[in-house]
């Protein structure tokens, strides 16, 4: 699933969390700041209601127990006017006081009963009647108005009695009077009474039943507490589930992205939703994942590139060990294109070494084979000479002929010198001039060699530097290279070192052997100069002695036999040096030619062109 | 990083997911125990009431008394409640003596007869009492000064003074625990003494007996006990129905007392307030009773009517006294 921003259809998302759990604490605050109040305000009300209800009890009472005590009176008062008007002479001013105060009692009861009528009963207050109804006591009210009817009607019989009793009195019928007040005021005033306790203790029944009214009520409002608890927490936890939703689902969305890509899914992203800190978790997660992703990417890649460019190099590589110096490898900016390039500058040194070597070879093969011929000239000369004394020199064509690897021409060669100084016949002063020649021949041929030599000498140097440089090149090309995987290229290289190591053993040997030819050679010149000298100087004495030359000649005959003995053995010596240096050439020659190689202007190119 | 990453977004994932379930298994609990604790206050029911309640006194309101003990002992399988008559006084005697819980009264309990503060008046209903003659006398109505002339002064002696045939009038009297006497002589005679056949038992059946056996016989009893071996008449003109006792033009009514001692026991407050339930007051409507709901307004604020005839009642009597019975 690739994540993508989405527009929320939950606005809470699109807030951030701080504000969201803010606006959530204060609603889940407002909700119970609400229930506290709802249950608090409940509670309030009815305990005022029940307040009101009982200071109105309370001065219902009092004024009902005050309309009793009136009942009281006016019972006591007709009878207290019927006893002043039994007196002889009856006060008509007592009688009217007595009368007022009885009509003025009556007065104040229908005061208080109209009161009580008008503004006391339950009916005219339906809160009163709402509390009672709570309790159960509905009836109340009904009962009330029954009382108060019965008490009316009481009220009333006993006023028309009274009425009648006071209209006797105050006509004097005193025995009417006191009957009427007796069979009639009297239990009608009972009557009345008992109708207003009846009233008064309907009060106290009232008042129980505000009290169970008042007791429902509290479980009433129990029940309240509980409900607006419960809701309260209900909101609340809703409240909470819904901004915990808003959270942990996402979360949760996020954390399965994350186990996805944990195991390998690199493909799956966050859906990102809303604008909140976890869509911005989720955004840079999934941005997090792409460059993740790209770099996973670029490093697979680069180790394929890697991977190909060390097999082209391992392939040159083999190309190489097998002798084949012309490969060139591509070169690049990555650790196997250093090394390629490395490889490419160890490859063209070689190479150069090589040509270097083979051009050497060319050389001393040249100046080996004209040093043999020299030599041959020279036994050549030798044996011309030598036989114009004597017959023939015994010792050369031997010495010469001893040599095993004597190669044809050269024996040929030495089979004509040998006829040519048998042919020859000259006198002393062509020997003088011959020696001379010889010496100065021999002289030119020493410097030549000894130039050579030296030459040689410093291209062995400069080949033993070179193939050192080579070597450590190789090895450090070796150590450069990778060691895991790397370890057949690595015996490739340690070939090459091998290699390498051999040539340059094999020029150290080609060194001490030129240092030992050169020594050889100088010796042999120099006793050759020594007895040329001596030989010059003996064929001027005889040149200048003339006839008596016969004793001295075959001195400078017999010095001069010994001489070309000895002349001859150096010969002998030089040819089997110079022979040993041809062959020696050869066996560099073929191990040189087995290389196959850049012409050396590519290669100058290719070493500096790096 | 990745794994650094990782392991994070875990730990809060984890965190995350555990949130919710402690807090909330609390608080639900919490709730619970509230519940429970404030639903196991309000036990008291009233359904499983026992024991057994004696009613005694007025043989008019005996009828509704005893049918309404009868349903009340059938919706409570255990209370037993016993209904005797005996006349109203001797029901206010038996209460204020402890013998029985409920007494049964159509007058109203004298405080100075009976003191006891904790006296109390349940008016269950109003009985309307009516003058009975026996089926011979065709006399369809009396005033109110001929019901006086016949049964206090014994100046109408014979049926046909007052346009009925020539037959003597034969007054039945009832005894003094009677409250329908007393009512009678408080609403009807102003106060005066009867003269007339007094009875030995205050029975308002026995009253019915009498005056449907005697020949020329007037006497009062409550429409609780009216049948058809008597003739109801009126009184200036006057029948006992509930409309004229509203309107306060028929004044030979009373009110049906159920005075108790003690309301705190829950039966007789459970008795008292089924006396009262609409069932009871029907059922009173269906026997001649008035139920009391009807009679709302009855004296309140109608207060002239009713007055004016009281009034009448005492000034007519007032000139004419004859004989006093001290017995009241």
Known sequence: ?610 | MDSLTRSLLSCVIKRQGRRLPVGGAFLISLMLFVLLSGCTQPGVSASDLNGHLLVAGSTALQPLATAAASLFQQQHAHVHVAVKGGGSLLGLQSLTNHQVNIGDSDVYADPAVYPDPNLTDHIVAVIPFTMIVGPDVTVKSLTQQEIIDIFSTGAIRNWKLVGGPNLPIVPVVRPVTSGTRATFRKYILGGRDEIGTLLRTDSSQTVRATVAHTPGAIGYLALSVLDSSVKAIAIDGKMATAQNIESGSYAFWGYEHMYTLDDSAPLLTAFLDFMLTPQIQQLALRMSYIPIADMKLAGVGVSGHGNELAHSVVLTSSQEIGRRDENL
């Open chain 1, 1 to 610: 699933v690739v994540g993508s921003r989405r527009v929320s259809r939950n606005l809470l998302l699109d807030l951030p969390i701080t504000w969201r759990l803010t606006l959530g604490f204060l609603a889940a605050a407002l909700v119970a700041v609400i229930a506290a109040g709802i249950i608090g305000i409940q509670r309030e009300q009815s305990l005022s209601r029940q307040s009101d209800f009982y200071q109105n009890l309370l001065q219902i009472n009092t004024s009902l127990n005050i309309g009793n005590t009136y009942l009281l009176l006016m019972n006591t008062k007709i009878h207290d006017m019927l006893i002043d008007a039994s007196v002889p002479v009856p006060s008509k001013e007592t009688l009217q006081a007595d009368q007022s105060a009885i009509q003025g009692l009556a007065t104040r009861y229908d005061a208080v009963a109209a009161n009580y009528v008008q503004s006391d009963l339950l009916d005219q207050h339906p809160d009163q009647v709402s509390l009672l109804d709570e309790g159960g006591h509905a009836s109340l009210a009904s009962q009330q108005l029954t009382l108060v009817g019965s008490t009316q009607r009481t009220w009333r019989v006993f006023r028309t009695a009274q009425d009648a009793a006071l209209k006797d009195i105050l006509s004097g019928s005193l025995t009417d009077a006191q009957s009427l007040l007796r069979a009639q005021v009297e239990p009608t005033n009972a009557d009345a009474l008992s109708a207003l306790h009846a009233l008064i203790q309907f009060n106290q029944r009232i008042s129980s039943s505000v009290r169970d009214a008042a007791s429902v009520e509290e479980q009433n409002q129990i029940i309240t507490t509980i409900v607006a608890a419960l809701c309260a927490f209900l909101v609340i936890a809703f409240i909470g589930w819904l901004i915990s939703k808003t959270l942990v689902q996402r979360l949760r969305q996020l954390r399965h992205v994350t186990r996805a890509v944990e195991q390998g899914q690199l493909d799956r992203r966050v859906q990102v939703i809303g604008h909140d800190e976890i869509a911005g978790v989720s955004a840079s997660v999934n941005d997090m994942l792409d460059t993740i992703v790209g770099l996973l990417e670029e490093t697979e890649r680069q180790r394929a590139a890697l991977t190909n460019a060390a097999a082209h190099l391992f392939s040159d590589m083999r190309i190489v060990s097998a002798g084949d110096l012309r490969v060139h490898a591509p070169v690049g900016d990555d650790p196997i294109g250093l090394l390629a390039n490395a490889f490419n500058f160890t490859v063209g040194r070689f190479n150069h070494f090589v040509l270097h070597t083979q051009t050497t070879i060319e050389q001393l093969d040249t100046l080996s084979r004209q040093q043999r011929k020299h030599i041959e000239e020279f036994n050549l000369a030798l044996d011309s000479q030598v036989q114009t004394p004597q017959a023939t020199s015994p010792l050369s064509p031997p010495s010469i002929q001893a040599t095993p690897r004597t190669t044809g021409p050269l024996a040929g060669a030495d089979s004509a010198v040998r006829s040519d100084s048998q042919y020859g016949g000259e006198p002393a002063f062509t020997v003088q001039a011959q020696v001379r020649r010889s010496r100065e021949q021999l002289l030119q041929v020493a410097r030549e060699s000894a130039r050579r030599l030296r030459f040689l000498q410093d291209i062995n140097k400069q080949v033993y530097q070179s193939s050192a440089s080579v070597r450590q090149l190789i090895q450090s090309n070796g150590s450069l290279t990778p060691a895991s995987g790397r370890n057949y290229e690595a015996n490739r290289s340690q070939s090459l070192v091998q290699e390498v190591q051999a040539l340059e053993t094999l020029l150290a040997k080609l060194n001490a052997e030129w240092q030992q030819m050169q020594d050889g050679l100088i010796k042999g010149l120099t006793s050759v100069d020594t007895m040329l000298k001596v030989l010059v100087s003996s064929s001027v004495r005889i040149s200048d002695t003339g006839p008596t030359l016969s004793s001295d000649a075959y001195e400078t005959v017999l010095s001069s036999q010994e001489f070309t003995n000895f002349v001859r053995s150096f010969l002998q010596e030089m040819y089997a040096l110079t022979q040993r240096l041809i062959d020696l050439n050869q066996e560099m020659r073929t191990s040189a030619t087995s290389f196959r190689l850049n012409p050396a202007s590519e290669v100058q190119r290719k070493v500096t062109g790096r």
